[in-house]
Nanobody, 118 residues
């Protein structure tokens, strides 16, 4: 089993920045990709960004150039630096662990809320 704990959400004005963290524990040897997904009210959950153990990254088109995903393998932690935030980035953000950069794995965190005010 893998446990994921997110932190760093909050309320920010448009144009501002936030950094989300996802700390993984447990059987982390069984996962190679950690990703961030988000779900806005009334919308489906969507992939925001993902990163492999070798630091290969994948981003949704809507966040390219604004968000940066990184990982610290020694700490089993993945970060999502979000800059130039827009109101449409408002959502619950979830950390996910699995095997593929473009497909969610079986492990989910509890989520953290990000609200961007206009």
């Amino acid at each position: 089993q893998v446990q994921l704990v997110e932190s760093g959400g909050g309320l920010v004005q448009a144009g501002g920045s936030l950094r989300l963290s996802c700390a993984a524990s447990g059987s982390t040897f069984s996962i190679s990709v950690i990703g961030w997904y988000r779900q806005a009210p009334g919308k489906q959950r969507e992939l925001v960004a993902s990163i492999s153990r070798s630091a290969t990254t994948n981003y949704a088109d809507s966040v390219k150039g604004r968000f940066t995903i990184s990982r610290d393998n020694a700490k089993n932690t993945v970060y999502l630096q979000m800059n130039s935030l827009k109101p449409e980035d408002t959502a619950d953000y979830y950390c996910n662990a699995g095997t593929f950069l473009t497909k969610a794995g079986r492990y989910w965190g509890q989520g953290t809320q990000v609200t961007v005010s206009s």
